[in-house]
Nanobody, 123 residues
Framework: VQLQASGGGLVQPGGSLRLSCAAS????????MGWFRQAPGTEREFVAQ????????YYGDPAKGRFTISRDNAKNTVFLQMNSLKPEDTAVYYC?????????????????WGQGTLVTVSS
């Protein structure tokens, strides 16, 4: 499955963005989907995950209470709604697909990755 992330951009602190991850070449409903982010000089960080049927969601500490992951399997797309953005949220955001784990925050467990979309939070 190929993944294409989009929706990044420049936003002021306190603003919102909605990222999308569109899949092709496969059926997204077979995969648990995650969002990760990576700022320059840092390791890739777990943001959120949603199970294959959308029944459960999990969030990393930076995302709790501000971000919401969702999916539309009919459209083969996963979303990340980000609210109350902070400058420290600035990073490249990646979507990823994992076939075997209902919950995993480890990048190594995700076999398929999108190319990333840059989110910059700055005034």
């Amino acid at each position: 499955v190929q993944l294409q992330a989009s929706g990044g951009g420049l936003v002021q602190p306190g603003g919102s963005l909605r990222l999308s991850c569109a899949a092709s070449g496969g059926t997204l409903s077979r995969f648990g989907m995650g969002w990760f982010r990576q700022a320059p000089g840092t390791e890739r960080e777990f943001v959120a995950q949603i199970t294959d049927n959308g029944g459960s969601t999990y969030y990393g500490d930076p995302a709790k209470g501000r971000f919401t992951i969702s999916r539309d399997n009919a459209k083969n797309t996963v979303f990340l709604q980000m609210n109350s953005l902070k400058p420290e949220d600035t990073a490249v955001y990646y979507c990823a697909a994992n076939r075997y784990y209902s919950y995993t925050p480890h990048p190594r467990d995700y076999a398929h990755w999108g190319q990333g979309t840059l989110v910059t939070v700055s005034s």
